[in-house]
């Protein structure tokens, strides 16, 4: 069984930062892309940033400049540090990775953690 928790989210206002982290645990052979996601109310969920084994990341244009993905791969752990937040980075951030496991490649899905942004 393989699980990904997210923490730090909260409420911040405008202009502030918050950081999410993203911990994998389970039977995990290795992990390839992980990624942030995030769905605001009434909208679909979109990708934040993204970033692979090897480090090469990519980013929304809405949050370019303001957000950094990074991961510690010996720790299999995700993060993402937001600065400048804007009210519309409000949302449920969600965690995704592509674990390869003995059984082959699977995408998991964290639970999500609500970050919202006072103006």
């Known amino acids: 069984q393989v699980q990904l928790v997210e923490s730090g989210g909260g409420l911040v206002q405008a202009g502030g930062s918050l950081r999410l982290s993203c911990a994998a645990s389970?039977?995990?052979?290795?992990?390839?892309?992980m990624g942030w996601y995030r769905q605001a109310p009434g909208k679909q969920r979109e990708l934040v940033a993204d970033?692979?084994?090897?480090?090469?990341?990519n980013y929304a244009d809405s949050v370019k400049g303001r957000f950094t993905i990074s991961r510690d791969n010996a720790t299999n752990t995700l993060y993402l540090q937001m600065n400048s937040f804007e009210p519309e980075d409000t949302a449920v951030y969600y965690c995704k990775a592509l674990i390869i496991r003995f059984g082959g490649p699977h995408v998991y899905w964290g639970q999500g953690t609500q970050v919202t942004v006072s103006s």
């Open positions: 389970g039977s995990i052979f290795s992990i390839n892309t």
């Open positions: 970033i692979t084994s090897g480090g090469s990341t």
